[in-house]
């Protein structure tokens, strides 16, 4: 019924779904996230993108249906294994390229909790002014385009993608400041994951 109550437990592939059901369903549910994943905590559980992928590629069928409430609950992070912990530090690597403070924050401590929060609110500010990406939520998709690419070619976590999504780019472009700050930041992060994925394969 219309007043019903949609919870999602999980990391990020699962509210994605959930907010699509929860959009869809008697034209919209109420909803709320309980992310159990660094990558959900700090981006895929907030601003209300909510999608399916399709063959012709990822999170093409969807809505914009942002959830009620994210209760976050760091203690979940304990347990993850080591891709779903890279694949969270390559989101919190795109957030301290895109704002100073966070930027500041990450090379300043070596605890992944203090920037759990700052990423959090720094993407919820965003879809609250702009929440079907007509304009500055654009910058949240930094190298998300090749960035999907290499995680459908290669297999990678989407937050690992990601990261050599931006790399690629800013090799690309010439902005070798911009990789100096990467690595940087990947470095503070406690990145473990050296080689990029066509390492003696092809690209």
Request: glycine share 10%; net charge neutral.
């Amino acid at each position: 019924h219309r007043k019903a109550h949609l919870v999602a437990w999980g990391g990020g592939a699962t509210s994605d779904f959930a907010g699509f059901v929860a959009a869809t369903i008697l034209r919209g549910l109420s909803w709320s996230v309980i992310p159990t994943t660094l990558l959900s905590m700090v981006d895929a559980s907030i601003g209300g993108k909510v999608a399916i992928n399709s063959k012709s590629g990822k999170n093409l069928i969807g809505q914009f249906h942002p959830p009620d409430n994210v209760w976050v609950h760091t203690s979940f992070i304990r347990g993850l294994p080591k891709a779903e912990l890279l694949s969270g530090k390559g989101e919190i690597a795109k957030y301290a390229l895109l704002n100073a403070d966070i930027h500041q924050l990450v090379l300043a401590s070596r605890d992944v909790y203090p920037y759990i929060m700052k990423c959090a609110q720094y993407k919820l500010a965003l879809p609250e002014r702009d929440l079907t990406e007509g304009g500055e939520r654009k910058i949240l998709n930094l190298r998300h385009t090749n960035g999907h690419a290499f995680e459908r070619i290669y297999g990678l976590p989407h937050g690992v993608a990601v990261v050599w999504g931006m790399a690629v780019l800013f090799k690309a472009f010439q902005e070798g400041h911009l990789v100096d700050e990467l690595e940087a930041v990947l470095e503070a992060l406690g990145w473990e994951d050296p080689n990029p994925p066509w390492y003696n394969k092809s690209f």
